[in-house]
T-cell receptor, first 111, second 116 residues
């Protein structure tokens, strides 16, 4: 079973624009993580946000977490062609050791 | 630092044949995960090891899937016999401790299995 649901399922934007992806989950979490997966490759960790945090930044990435709405968003600013990939949110349920992934958002950056 | 290494990269077999995947995690990582990823979907956990102990195998189809992690380092995932529905990418990941301790996972490149 999958805990998180990403929205949109697919997103296509022009290079230089900002990309926003959303993730909703169902039950209380310990932390939420975002991963990127390039075609045919494994997943790469991008950023982790704990349940008591509301916002984190890493370079061109900004992640927000709203535990009252059980949702998170990933913003990529000034997108580049190399940002083309699938992006997954993953949650660690409270009291669990398991990382559960959503279905992902396929992001395409057009040059 | 070497990453998580998986082999083979691709595997094509006929249904009912056995198949095995191998994973070498990052040195010193106690926790090892096997995930299965179907096309267009997110990874789904099959089994998690803490050192050599399988602590979560609730999603592993035990009638045909088996896994082992000898000496708490390398791990092997086996399917016998394979079915058409087993076609997927099998991903191995490792972390120093469990995900509940806010640990990020390091993934290998995966093995893409095609069952014909």
């Amino acid at each position: 079973s999958q805990q998180g649901e990403e929205d949109p399922q697919a997103l296509s934007i022009q290079e230089g624009e900002n990309a926003t992806m959303n993730c909703s989950y169902k039950t209380s979490i310990n932390n939420l993580q975002w991963y990127r997966q390039n075609s045919g490759r494994g997943l790469v960790h991008l950023i982790l946000i704990r349940s008591n945090e509301r916002e984190k930044h890493s370079g061109r990435l900004r992640v927000t977490l709203d535990t009252s709405k059980k949702s998170s968003s990933l913003l990529i600013t000034a997108s580049r062609a190399a940002d083309t990939a699938s992006y997954f949110c993953a949650t660690v349920l409270q009291g669990a050791q398991k990382l559960v992934f959503g279905q992902g958002t396929r992001l395409t950056i057009n040059p | 630092e070497a990453g998580v290494v998986q082999s083979p990269r691709y595997k094509i077999i006929e249904k009912k044949q056995p198949v095995a995947f191998w994973c070498n995690p990052i040195s010193g990582h106690n926790t090892l995960y096997w995930y299965r990823q179907n096309l267009g979907q997110g990874p789904e956990l099959l089994i998690r090891y803490e050192n050599e102990e399988a602590v979560d195998d609730s999603q592993l189809p035990k009638d045909r899937f088996s896994a082992e992690r000898l000496k708490g380092v390398d791990s092997t995932l086996k399917i016998q016999p394979a079915e058409l529905g087993d076609s997927a990418v099998y991903l191995c990941a490792s972390s120093l401790f469990g995900a509940g301790r806010a640990e990020k996972l390091f993934f290998g490149s995966g093995t893409q299995l095609s069952v014909l």
